[in-house]
């Protein structure tokens, strides 16, 4: 049974920095592609970055772009995301996700999504 497990949210305050988890288990990690997605209160969801599962390629959106880096430790089945610099529009639940043909940040194709950890950035 393919499980994503995030943790990591909190609170912090404006220019602060949280590093985000997804532990991964019931599928060979190594081989998946990894995103991670964010919703804010009131806003559809976005893609925030994605690692691929070979190489470790990575894209960011725009708006985290210097601030967010996406990591990944195959040997523990766990992908980072490392937040500097937090604004408070960073403020959403954020999810991890994969799937057998994920392409980018398109979500239509994840099939497995985590339960999310909220972030809140606040003063």
């Known amino acids: 049974q393919v499980q994503l497990v995030e943790s990591g949210g909190g609170f912090e305050q404006p220019g602060g920095s949280l590093r985000l988890s997804c532990v991964a288990s019931g599928f060979s990690f190594h081989y998946y592609d990894i995103g991670w997605f964010r919703q804010a209160p009131g806003k559809e969801r976005e893609g925030v970055s994605w690692?691929?599962?070979?190489?470790?390629?990575?894209y960011y959106t725009d708006s985290v772009k210097g601030r967010f880096t996406i990591s990944r430790d195959n040997a523990k089945s766990t992908v980072y995301l490392q937040m500097n610099n937090l604004k408070p529009e960073d403020t959403a639940v954020y999810y991890c996700?994969?799937?057998?043909?994920?392409?980018?940040?398109?979500?239509?194709?994840?099939?497995?999504w985590g339960q999310g950890t909220r972030v809140t950035v606040s003063s």
């Open positions: 996700a994969t799937g057998r043909r994920v392409r980018g940040l398109d979500p239509e194709t994840y099939d497995y």
């Open positions: 690692i691929s599962s070979n190489y470790g390629s990575t």
